[in-house]
């Protein structure tokens, strides 16, 4: 009889102990703003990243959660990085998802996207929400990256490349990114941080306007003769970032009351350089606003045909060449 009881009471302890554990390990009611973000460092230990899942709202005990873990044989196995939950998991299923690895997702700025259009880019592969990299503040970025002193936004500085992130980055975390990349590849080639923003400027100028290196060169230094000289820079590429407000894609062709735009970008109405670059130059352009070359020049179109720039040594054959390579192909 009294082993009988015993089995009996066992069984109900075991099953009580059995329904509390399963209990904890079922998904959180909800999630606290979703998505939820949780980052795991690489090389933190177990603890630690157990206490991050349980702060972010993602398990019920963490307890229960390590002695899963670890019962399991996967609390050893869980990768760093950073992972997003929209919805709330079972802790089997989040431990699965960390022990798998979290999904990079890449990403492309090709050369002369621009800042807008980065952002509704990172918006569409779900890793920044849309807006935030626009809103940015990189104000405490300064001591770490000087080339951004006094700079009023990050237009220019992203450079082109190809990134991986995950979903749901920190803006901050991919700002640090490309930034580091900036840093790394194209920095060099300038002579101080002081010139770094106008050589930007005029190299999204040649980004949107001539493929080809060699004539990119000449044309930087005609721009720095007009700019010299006070004379102004009429590059279509400001207009059209005026018009679009800071986006070339899906933007219409330009008309002639478009030159008239009031806007800072217009180089048509305002001598000089732009506020910001217009877009995030290569570094192939860059360079070429760097090794600029002196040439009889002081003016230049482009053939809409070949794209070859054509160049031209007063206004007047400017003139002509604009009847015969823009007027008469139309």
């Not at 079922?26 to 939820?36: A, F, G, Q, S, T």
């Not at 790394?184 to 306007?209: G, H, M, Q």
């Not at 606003?289 to 002081?298: A, C, G, L, Q, T």
């Amino acid at each position: 009889m009294k082993i009988a009881i015993l089995l009996i009471v066992g069984s109900l302890v075991v099953s009580a102990v059995s329904g509390f554990f399963v209990e904890n390990l079922r998904p959180v009611e909800y999630l606290k703003d979703p998505p939820v973000v949780l980052d795991i460092p690489q090389g933190i230990g177990f603890n630690e990243i157990t206490e991050r899942i349980k702060t972010a709202g993602l398990i019920r005990s963490k307890k229960i959660f390590k002695t899963y873990a670890v019962l399991s044989g996967k609390a050893n196995r869980i990768q760093g990085g950073g992972y997003s939950f929209s919805a709330p998991v079972s802790a089997l299923e989040l431990l699965k998802i960390l022990t798998e690895g979290p999904r990079e997702i890449s990403m492309t700025i090709f050369p002369g996207m621009t800042l807008k259009e980065i952002d509704a880019r990172l918006s569409e592969l779900s890793i920044v929400v849309k807006g935030k990299l626009l809103d940015f503040n990189f104000d405490n970025l300064t001591t770490e990256y000087p080339f951004l002193k006094g700079v009023d936004s990050l237009e220019g500085y992203l450079l082109p490349d190809t990134y991986y992130f995950y979903e749901n980055t920190r803006p901050e975390t991919l700002v640090r990114k490309i930034l580091d990349n900036f840093k790394e590849r194209a920095l060099p080639f300038f002579r101080t941080n002081d010139n770094v923003a106008n050589v930007l400027k005029i190299a999204s100028f040649l980004e949107k306007e001539i493929p080809d290196n060699d004539e990119r060169r000449i044309a930087a230094g005609i721009i720095e003769k007009r700019l010299k000289n006070g004379i102004f820079l009429q590059i279509d590429a400001t207009v059209i970032y005026a018009k679009c407000s800071g986006r070339f894609l899906d933007c219409p062709e330009l008309f002639k009351d478009d030159f008239k735009i009031k806007s800072p970008y217009n180089t048509y109405l305002h001598v000089g350089l732009t506020p910001t670059p217009i877009g995030n130059p290569s570094v192939e352009a860059i360079k070429s606003v760097i090794e600029k070359k002196n040439s009889p020049y002081w003016y230049y179109l482009s053939d809409p045909k070949t794209k070859k720039t054509i160049f031209s040594k007063d206004f007047d054959e400017h003139n002509r060449n604009r009847v015969k390579y823009l007027l008469n192909n139309r």
